[in-house]
């Protein structure tokens, strides 16, 4: 398995900006796609946006198309989810996440190397 690390969450106001930052080690993670994931408080964990193992391919929540963007660096093994356009319902805990598959996948079961997440608040 690959260990993932998150960064870059904090509290902003509605209307602004933030990237989150992906670390990984322990395996290639060029062999991984990657997603991120996210959960508000009471409710369930949902996708968010996942890129495949070149970045070539590309896949977002209805919900974040248009305002937030997945790249990543295989060079230095990380993940970004940049997030333009915060609204309120957007806070939530974010998790990066690596699978070994090599379709895009938008299923939790999917991906089988969790980060601890981190905290995004978005205030109206």
């Known amino acids: 398995q690959v260990q993932l690390v998150e960064s870059g969450g904090e509290l902003v106001q509605a209307g602004g900006s933030l990237r989150l930052s992906c670390v990984a080690s322990?395996?290639?993670?060029?062999?991984?796609?990657m997603g991120w994931f996210r959960q508000a408080p009471g409710k369930e964990r949902e996708f968010v946006a996942a890129i495949s193992w070149s970045g070539s391919g590309t896949e977002y929540a209805a919900s974040v198309e248009g305002r937030f963007t997945i790249s990543r660096d295989n060079a230095k093994s990380t993940v970004y989810l940049q997030m333009n356009t915060l609204k309120p319902e957007d806070t939530a805990l974010y998790y990066c996440a690596a699978s070994s598959g090599s379709r895009l996948s938008r299923r939790l079961n999917d991906f089988g190397s969790w980060g601890q997440g981190t905290q995004v608040t978005v205030s109206s």
């Open positions: 322990g395996r290639t993670f060029s062999r991984y796609t």
